[in-house]
């Protein structure tokens, strides 16, 4: 691959354009806000212009009801020798395509499983999409070509491919990302009823819950209406369990909390929760749960996380993940550092040495030692 075009230059489409040109790809940048490919392009991700000739791949950065349209335009001017996208929605914008008589065949659909709470250019980083599961969706009429240049690109980018239909992708996606971005804005939203002295008590727990809930409204409206089915079928499943609950509190309320059938199905559905969270896999491939955590406190300071990791890093132990919390009345945050348990009382000696407070904890969460 010599040759790409981005049309929309957002965080994707920016991310896309960046990974490329890190491995030596000419990308041209196309959107229909200029201030956005502008910006784009002084980010290095590429000229904010048309290619002069035919490129090898056209990557469609658009929202899913565009996807159809834009296709069909690009494909009329012969931009590309094959086309994706990296829409989130998957059957609806297939639907669409076959009903504009877009060419099938050098057409690949796409969804790459990164992404960010930020939106445009400015957010975009080329790495966002290394380890991180990009399914395509071939159809039928699908040709190996354009197949075989969708791969490179999903390898270019330093993502895993994952071949999935229409339909399984839009009900696996309705599962782990859109219902999950509807409740965190459903529980920002219920915020807007609490006081302020309430929401002082707010720490990383409610934080890590809502997070997702400062997407793009816009944007999100366009992708929960393209996947209106599958959404509406795990949504109404988590209102089941939810009401199931709040009738179990309920019954633990009349018999003053004292332990009966109400605590029982509580519990039973706390456990339920442990073992789910426990089957997404982290980095690797293996669950969270497998880790142990380094809590350190950082001081709010330049420099000081730079200290941390400087320091870290003289244990000889691999960092696997980390989180940040930051105290909203103290010039203080806890940073956790998950390791594999056999490494991180080494870890946390090593820092000790260093003059930073420690202790252990379990990841995510947990009983500290």
């Not at 550092?337 to 930073?356: K, Q, S």
Request: hydrophobic share 45%; aromatic share 2%; glycine share 12%.
């Amino acid at each position: 691959m010599r040759t790409a075009v981005i049309v929309g230059t957002g965080l994707v489409g920016t991310s896309v354009a960046l990974a490329l040109r890190r491995r030596g790809v000419d990308t041209y940048l196309l959107d229909s806000d200029p201030t956005a490919s502008r910006t784009a392009e002084a980010l290095g991700a590429g000229r904010a212009r048309e290619p002069s000739a035919c490129a090898d791949v056209a990557v469609l950065a658009v929202p899913p009801v565009q996807v159809a349209p834009v296709l069909a335009d690009l494909q009329k001017r012969g931009t590309a020798r094959f086309y994706t996208d990296v829409a989130s929605v998957k059957c609806l914008p297939g639907q669409e395509v076959e009903a504009l008589g877009c060419e099938l065949t050098s057409f690949v659909g796409g969804h790459p499983l990164a992404g960010g709470e930020r939106s445009g250019p400015l957010a975009a980083r080329g790495d966002l999409f290394d380890g991180r599961p990009w399914v395509l969706v071939p159809s039928e009429r699908t040709g190996d070509p354009a197949l075989n240049c969708a791969l490179e690109l999903v390898s270019l980018c330093g993502a895993t491919p994952v071949l999935l239909d229409a339909e399984a992708h839009d009900r696996a996606v309705a599962l782990v990302s859109h219902v999950p971005h509807l409740v965190a804005s459903l529980t920002a939203a219920r915020l807007l009823e609490g006081s302020e002295s309430a929401l002082r008590l707010a720490g990383q727990g409610l934080r890590d819950v809502t997070r997702t809930a400062a997407g793009s409204p816009a944007l999100w409206t366009d992708i929960l209406s393209a996947n209106a089915g599958p959404v509406a079928e795990v949504l109404e499943a988590l209102a089941s369990d939810a009401l199931g609950v709040a009738e179990a509190l309920r019954r633990v309320e009349r018999q003053g909390g004292d332990a009966g059938s109400g605590s029982v199905a509580l519990s039973e559905l706390l456990q339920r929760g442990v073992d789910g969270r426990n089957g997404i896999p982290g980095k690797h491939g293996v669950p969270d749960a497998h880790f142990a955590a380094v809590e350190v406190s950082v001081g709010d300071s330049p420099g000081e996380l730079a200290r941390l990791f400087a320091d870290a890093a003289k244990a000889g132990v691999n960092i696997e993940d980390i989180d940040m919390e930051h105290s909203s009345d103290r010039l203080m945050g806890r940073a956790r550092l998950a390791v594999l348990p056999g490494r991180a009382g080494v870890l946390a000696d090593e820092l000790r040495l260093g003059g930073w407070t420690v202790r252990l904890a379990d990841w995510p969460g947990g009983q500290g030692t």
